[in-house]
């Protein structure tokens, strides 16, 4: 089964508004990352958070890491009409070298202009 | 950044017919290459792992003689899709990775449609 799961799987919000995206996950990991993917076309790679990280950031990202709690959430601020894409969280196996990785559902996220 | 592409993006073909679809590493050697499918509005799911030199891993339900992977070099991996059928139309995208490295970087996708 899907090692992620991400909430909500659908989002819509005002630009300017904030965009928080959550994602849980099973099994223990070594990372986490958040990819996004525009309609029809690949992943890009948004941001890598380590397992003994808890709080990163990159430009207007911020994700968080709660591995106690196996979750993980996205905060994109003042988001942008192009920040509409599906957003996924995958995570990788611990202690297995170069691993797939495994993705959650995603999230749909429209930024209304 | 690394640059993964991938060729065709696009392909349309009748069912009974096979396609090959190239993943390329363009600026790093890529030890390791993923393959994964993604059905309209769904995540993605891993096909198979692809190590140089070695014999692909293909993941529980996915058939290795339906789906051939090569990875002769340290920046070239192929799917080919063999006797295609209108259930294999998906969105197929690869993903490279070289040792120790943490992040996969992804190709932008090839849509296979069969008719």
Redesign the interface.
């Known amino acids: 089964s899907?090692q992620g799961e991400e909430d909500p799987q659908a989002l819509s919000i005002q630009e300017g508004e904030n965009a928080t995206m959550n994602c849980s996950y099973k099994t223990s990991i070594?990372?986490l990352?958040w990819?996004r993917q525009n309609s029809?076309?690949?992943?890009?790679?948004l941001i890598?958070i380590r397992s003994n990280e808890r709080e990163k950031h990159s430009g207007r990202l911020r994700v968080t890491l709660d591995t106690s709690k196996k979750s993980s959430s996205l905060l994109i601020t003042a988001s942008r009409a192009a920040d509409t894409a599906s957003y996924?969280c995958a995570t990788?196996w611990p202690n297995s070298?170069?691993t797939?990785?495994?993705?959650?559902?995603?999230t749909?996220l429209s930024v209304i202009a | 950044g690394a640059v993964v592409s991938?060729h065709p993006s696009r392909v349309i073909c009748k069912s009974g017919t096979s396609v090959k679809i190239e993943c390329r590493s363009l600026d790093f050697q890529a030890?390791?290459m993923?393959w994964?499918r993604q059905f309209p509005?769904?995540?993605?799911?891993?096909m198979a792992?692809s190590n140089e030199g070695s014999k692909a891993t293909y993941e529980q339900g996915v058939e290795k003689d339906k789906f051939l992977i090569n990875h002769a070099s340290l920046t070239l991996s192929t799917l080919t899709v063999t006797s295609a059928h209108p259930e294999d139309s998906s969105?197929y995208?690869c993903?490279a990775?070289t040792?120790?490295?943490?992040?996969?970087?992804?190709?932008?996708?090839t849509?296979l449609l069969v008719l």
């Open positions: 899907q070594n990372n990352q990819y029809g076309r690949g992943l890009v790679h890598l996924f990788d070298g170069n797939p990785l495994v993705f959650g559902k995603g749909r | 991938q030890t390791t993923f994964y509005k769904q995540s993605l799911m891993l792992t969105f995208i993903s990775i040792a120790y490295q943490e992040t996969q970087y992804f190709g932008p996708g849509r």
